[in-house]
């Protein structure tokens, strides 16, 4: 079926309605990047009061669509149910009477727009898409019925999507809430377990530095600390970056490569985004900005570890960190971190608890992936006019 299609701008406003510091109403609601998650989702607005943010913001209200200007790929495209302010990296949409506000946002969602915008985005290290550019995007348009039908029917799936991710979220939690429940506070320790310092049960160490031209195309994948952070989160990366065969092997050499069992984390943790290595595939990690912990099993149980680092950096990082710019983990700041060292038996009974409930996560992001390819297939369809 083909649709009449229409410019943004003849179906839809982009209002910068920019509002002074100064002029903030006490408890005004106000939303920056960070508090919206790629695919739309709102974490959770911060309240604000007179004078508190340092620059002008936009104004929008429960009518508009929120678009993620800045690293255009990451489809920041939130639909708010509340007024409020937000960073001027974000652009408010508001839609004429000709097109459905869920409709429009769907379409500027799907991944082929995605891709679009970030391909008309400028700026090497912070790409951000011009309003002008976002007002040239075609939009299909078929009648307005037929936009609510096919709003509803991604509203749905994109729903089941939503309460699968819930579930993983929950999932997320729950080995500190099996840790709290076993241990205790990890820095108030009130249970009084023996401490023992990290440096010395594990060794502590970083990689070798590696230069910009001695990257390849293609060859052993290079982990920066970002990307040590996604991993931690069961994400399947492809990194950006590679070193050849032979480099890899002089670097290991001199530093040693990762097992499985091992602990890899970025410098900058405050999330506690730890990875435990799970594969035997060769790769190497950005010096200075990636930490590893060879984590031995005799001496403390690596499941027991990676949730109770996790538990310090979540609650406690800024005492744990250093640095005046960035508060970042170094080398001396794990050698010298105190941990709890509850009897071996224990831990392994924590390892057991984790391990059931990772295995849970797993089948519940399996379950996902097919949701999200579910909807991706409606998406395509939909705007194809296929629904």
């Known amino acids: 079926m083909t649709w009449a299609a229409a410019k943004l701008s003849d179906v839809a406003k982009i209002e910068r309605n920019g509002v002074d510091p100064t002029s ?29 943010l340092a620059s002008t913001k936009f104004r929008f209200s429960s009518d508009h669509i929120l678009y993620g200007k800045l690293r255009p790929y990451l489809a920041k495209i939130a639909l708010p149910d509340f007024d409020g302010i937000c960073s001027t990296d974000i652009l408010p949409v508001k839609p004429g009477s000709k097109i459905d506000k869920r409709y429009l946002a769907y379409f500027l969602r799907q ?53 699968r991710q819930r579930a993983i979220d929950r999932l997320n939690t729950l080995g500190q809430a099996i840790f709290h429940e076993m241990f205790g506070d990890a820095v108030k320790n009130p249970k009084g377990w023996d401490t023992v310092k990290l440096g010395d049960l594990c060794g502590v160490g970083s990689s070798k530095r590696v230069f910009v031209s001695e990257f390849v195309e293609e060859g052993i994948p290079f982990y920066r600390g970002t990307e040590v952070g996604q991993l931690a989160t069961g994400e399947n990366i492809k990194p ?138 409606l998406q395509n369809r939909a705007f194809r006019g296929e629904l």
């Not at 109403?25 to 607005?45: F, K, M």
């Not at 035997?280 to 990690?285: C, D, H, Q, R």
């Not at 960190?321 to 508060?327: I, P, Q, V, Y």
Request: with cysteine; net charge negative; aromatic share 8%.
């Open 24 to 52: 903030i109403e006490p408890g005004t609601s106000y939303l920056g990047l960070e508090h919206i998650e790629s695919g739309g989702r709102i974490l959770g607005a911060q309240t604000v009061t007179n004078g508190e």
């Open 111 to 163: 991944p082929s727009m995605v891709d679009y915008a970030n391909g008309r985005s400028s700026g090497a290290n912070l790409p951000r898409l011009s309003p002008k550019a976002l007002a040239d995007f075609e939009i299909p348009l078929p009648a307005l019925d037929e936009q609510k039908r096919i709003a509803a029917i991604l509203d749905q799936a994109d729903a089941l999507r939503r309460l």
């Open 240 to 377: 950006k970056l590679n070193i050849s065969e032979d480099h890899y092997h002089s670097l290991v050499q001199h530093s040693g490569k990762p097992e499985i069992g091992d602990l890899l984390l970025p410098s900058i943790c405050h999330d506690g985004r730890i990875w435990r290595v799970d594969t035997n595939e060769p790769f190497y990690f950005k010096d200075g900005r990636v930490l590893w912990i060879k984590s031995h099993d005799t001496k403390i149980n690596g499941d027991y570890l990676r949730n109770h680092l996790r538990n310090l950096f979540l609650h406690n990082y800024h005492s744990i960190a250093s640095g005046t710019t960035f508060a970042e983990l170094k080398i001396v700041n794990l050698k010298n971190l105190p941990l709890l060292n509850p009897p071996m038996d224990l831990q392994v009974e924590f390892a057991d608890r984790i391990s059931a409930a990772e295995a849970q996560r797993s089948e519940f992001e399996n379950s996902k992936l097919a949701f999200d390819a579910l909807f991706g297939t």
